[in-house]
């Protein structure tokens, strides 16, 4: 009886390359034990990308991962890339399979949270008086449009060679990030700050003006606009300001970066990227980090915080997630560290950082 009320869910498992395998191994232990915990039964496939792909097939993205992924409830990447793989043409890089999936599973919404652990104060680049509030923020990205997805290419010009990449935004694609966004910030601190360049770009004027339309249906959610080159100073000059943020994918991919250095942990943040269904795929933000690969040294954190993310925004499974945010802040109170943030002190490996997160559980 047990059993048959269990709710199952395939989640497809991409480990990739350099510590990939050795983060999301960390993961899938976390998720089988909060899996009994919650009575919750996963079923993990792992299919190949990046350059253990191009290893094994020849192509970074195989036809069978693709499937495999758009047949899974979720997918769990670790990260792709390495320097075996830097001197390939462009369409043969690892890096390439991470385009191509996110077009596959329809994948428009990337969230990127960007928060300040209170027992990692000292982790943060930023002066004392400018972070004594902390700050949680959480970046939404729109993933599968704009400059990135644009038409380019290289021609003759009055100068002689030279090369182009076009930005455009449809009604459509703003709509839907920008109803993803109201939402995320009405389950949130009710605040959203548009970010644009409209005093430029035509592309950013659409953006704001359909913002502003679909303002009227969130009467909750507090609404403005900041420039893009505001937003990369104010995140330095005053981070507590934001709760969430809304914008097009190159500016988001810049101003992500930006927000994740600020919090001084990179092996802590973890991100999600939707499609419709909101299922879709959830991933660390760091690479490969080739430097560490295969020595246990990697920060397991940002992977499991990802699984996190998934129970959250996937499976709705909110007690289930909430144990796993509350068991990482537990093991990092008690003062527990991976190399990353132990300054040359004593520092757990990746699978003892694992084991102490377990052991909370
Ligand atoms: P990186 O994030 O892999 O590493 C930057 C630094 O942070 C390194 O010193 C690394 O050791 C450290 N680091 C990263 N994650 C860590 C963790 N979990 N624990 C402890 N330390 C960690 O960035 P990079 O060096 O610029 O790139 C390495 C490779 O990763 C490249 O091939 C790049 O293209 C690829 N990459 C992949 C993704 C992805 O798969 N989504 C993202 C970024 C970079």
Known sequence: MYEVNMKKYKIGLLKGDGIGPEIV???????????????????????LIGGAAIDACGEPL???TVEGCLNSDSVLLG???????????GNLRPEKALLGIRAAMGLFTNLRPAKLYPALKGECPLREDIVQNGFDIMIVRELTGGIYFGE???REGKYGE???DTEAYSRMEIERIARVAFETAKKRRKKLISIDK?????????WRKIVHELASEYPDVEVS????DNAAMQLVRNPSQFDVIVTSNMFGDILSDEASQITGSIGMLPSASLNEGKRGLYEPIHGSAPDIAGQNKANPIATILSAAMMLLYAF???EASDAIVRAVDKVLDAGYRTADLAHGGAALSCTEMTDKIIEVL
Request: no cysteine; glycine share 6%; hydrophobic share 40%.
């Open 25 to 47: 191994e960390s993961a899938v232990r976390v998720l089988e034990v909060v899996g009994k915990k919650f009575d919750l039964d996963f079923a993990f496939t792992p299919y």
């Open 62 to 64: 195989p036809k069978e």
């Open 79 to 89: 990260a792709v890339g390495g320097p075996k793989w830097d001197t390939l043409p």
């Open 152 to 154: 380019r290419g290289y």
């Open 162 to 164: 030279e090369a182009y």
């Open 198 to 206: 409209a005093n430029v770009l035509e592309t950013s004027r659409l």
């Open 225 to 228: 606009d900041m420039l893009v």
């Open 316 to 318: 709705d499974e909110v």
